[in-house]
């Protein structure tokens, strides 16, 4: 059985993510969706809410699990015992960043191997920053999140100073 990790903030997760979750989850027996505690980003949806909303988002996805993990992502894997990490790619910007990190965690443990997936051509543009600052000003969100997601993302911004 193959269980890859699809490590990130996910600060909230978008449809790109969900792209990427979706087509890893017809690829591989398992998917963890890995989400990072401790973030130097200073996240703005606490780790739970992060999962409520992966949580929802994946419901029909039976063989995805939702994780959160703090400290190096391979000391998560080896806890899990699983051996690669999927990657979304949307430009070359993305590139060099992930590369590094796929060497690094290479470097950390050779058995890992790292795994990118391109985007899908209508989320290229797509982000959690870009969400954050639509929702911040009351924009539509409909196509890049799950609708299922959004009154959470709302409610966020109305109660929250954001
Ligand atoms: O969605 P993000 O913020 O681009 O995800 C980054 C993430 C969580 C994959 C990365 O920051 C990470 O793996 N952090 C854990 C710490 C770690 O293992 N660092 C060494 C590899 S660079």
Do not use: W
């Amino acid at each position: 059985m193959r269980t890859v990790v699809y490590p990130g903030s996910f600060d909230p997760c978008t449809n790109g993510h969900l792209d990427i979750i979706e087509r890893s989850s017809r690829l591989f027996d398992k998917v963890v969706v890995a989400v990072l505690v401790n973030s130097a980003k200073h996240p703005l949806f606490s780790v739970e809410e992060r999962i409520a909303l992966l949580r929802i988002a994946v419901k029909d996805l039976p063989n995805v699990e939702i994780r959160s993990f703090s400290g190096l992502l391979i000391d998560f894997m080896k806890e899990i015992h699983a051996d690669m990490i999927i990657k979304g790619i949307r430009a070359v910007s993305d590139f060099e960043y992930e590369f590094q990190m796929a060497l690094t965690n290479k470097e950390l443990l050779p058995d890992i191997e790292t795994l990118f997936l391109h985007t899908s051509k209508e989320f290229m543009f797509l982000s959690s920053s870009i969400v954050k600052e639509i929702a911040r000003y009351g924009g539509k969100l409909e196509g890049l999140v799950p609708a299922s997601i959004i009154p959470a993302i709302r409610a966020k911004f109305k109660t929250d100073n954001n």
